[in-house]
């Protein structure tokens, strides 16, 4: 297993310092427990992504092929959805001027298969700087002005007007770590359109994924315009904000 340095924000740490020391009285066993969860949120998804070999692998070619090479490595779920997922999404929001992926994770990597306008901007945010790092150096050799920051989205999630939030897949850890946190990050995010995206609830069960999201965020959508899309194993609704940005970027 590789081993890497890991680096967290502050902010991700004293959120889970907080929420630990209500419970953990002793500071050394406040510590382990620490770096504990923020290896559980973090790195076990992944230790066995080597960021350095995938720089190299992208150095030498830009193309579908390395970086479904790469992708299989890391989340071959993703992979297999890959073909109509973001043009079945825009076909909804519509192309985004602006785009932000929250608790971004290696989603980056299906940068070419977005097809985003040019003048597209794209912020993607987590909490782990070498996986930082990694997205604008790879950003870098795609030579794409988009940006990657370090960002707890729980703590503190982006205050950018956006026309399309991404928080793909990482509901069931934010519920992990604090009961209906997802529900209180959708509320915080500036978004004409906000994509949810969580695995089915077992093979094929529609409606009991459609009960977890109504458990976690229900209150949240209540009232307010959803799509469902639904490729192979994964499920991702779209709620768009019921407060109108008008693509006003300024």
Known sequence: MMKRNLKFSNDAIERIKSKLSSKISDEKKL??????????????YYKNFNYALAL???????????????????DSSRFIVLKDLYEKIFRITGEPRVL???ACGLNPLTL??????????????????????????????MKKSHEAFLC????????????????????TCFEWQSPKSTAKLLEKISADYIV???????????????NYLNSIIG??????????????????????????LSHNHG
């Open 56 to 74: 190299n692998e992208l150095k030498k070619s830009q193309g579908k092929e390395t970086h479904e090479k790469l992708l299989k490595k890391y």
């Open 196 to 210: 949810i995206s969580v695995m089915l609830r077992g093979e094929k069960n529609i409606i009991g994924t459609r």
């Open 152 to 171: 707890d989205a729980l703590a503190s999630p982006s205050a950018l007007k956006s026309d399309v939030a991404l928080i793909f897949k990482s509901s």
């Open 31 to 44: 510590n382990k427990e620490l770096k504990k969860e923020l290896y559980e949120i973090h790195s076990n």
């Open 219 to 244: 209150d949240f959508i209540k009232g307010k315009e959803t799509h469902e899309i639904i490729l192979k194993k994964e499920y991702f609704l779209i709620i768009k904000s019921d407060k109108c």
């Open 100 to 102: 932000i992926d929250l």
């Open 112 to 141: 070419p298969w977005m097809n985003l306008a040019k003048n597209c901007e794209y912020y993607c945010y987590d909490l782990e700087q070498n996986l930082i790092d990694f997205l604008n150096d790879y950003f870098k050799i």
